[in-house]
């Protein structure tokens, strides 16, 4: 008995669709760790680096760069595991897009204590949770939390207790995918408009009246906060756009030894004539 595993990952694109694909990809990575460099260099040369709580000014510093890296870095490398390598199997995909949700978790814990660090240890404190970008923040955070949740108790119960009975929890686990997928989608979203306006407000505190008149440091404000609007531009196309996306059944072709052949799908097995 012969089996094959086509199009295991999705399917081939076309030579001008995978141009496309890879051209934005480009540019999505461009962005990502351009944007995971300039809030370094912004906090470094600009905020004067980092600190703990011996000096809470130098503290809030690791909001801003562990934020961008636990929401924009980590996390849109995990959306984009599944576009991109397209030549590994679901398996090694799942793994690795889990890997990356992981990695996050940590960024964002240690730069929510010190955001409330530096308002709390201020003489006097900074009131918590009043402004448009604290809200945002907190609703972003609550679905990153879900999404992990998700990610660990269901993918633990997908991989070793609902594959006991695989035919009779396939629907279930395959209606699990599309809300996952979209609620991803919905948090890297509100994260770069929670970022957003959290640099906003960064530069109408610090800098006052020089933000109007444009000095340097608010032309790397400005240069962020467009970053971010361009990479959501990007991946919003890159994860919605139904060319790049993984079809949706097939595994694998089983050839008996017989005039026709029986063709395996996810979902169902049926019997099929040969033409």
Known sequence: MGRTHRDSYGGEMSTSSSLIFYCLVFLAEILMFGLLSLVLFWVVYYRGGFAWREDVTKEFNYHPVLMICGFVFFMGHAMLVYRLFRCCNKLTAKILHTFLYLMAVPCIVVATITVFDSHNLRS???????????????????????????????GFF???????????????????????????????????????TGYTEKAFFSLSADYSMMVDEAWVINAQAASLAGLAILMGFLLYSSRYARSSHPVAIIDPPSSSHYVMTQKTYYYREHE
Do not use: D, K
């Open 124 to 154: 006097p404190p900074i009131p918590n949770l009043y402004s448009l970008h604290s809200w945002l923040g907190v609703i972003t955070i609550g679905l990153f939390a879900l999404q992990v949740t998700h990610t660990l108790v269901v």
């Open 158 to 196: 997908s991989f070793w207790l609902l594959l006991c009975c695989e035919q009779g929890t396939v629907r279930f686990r395959s209606g699990l995918v599309p809300v996952h997928a979209t609620f991803g989608i919905i948090t890297f979203m509100l994260a770069i408009a929670t970022a957003v």
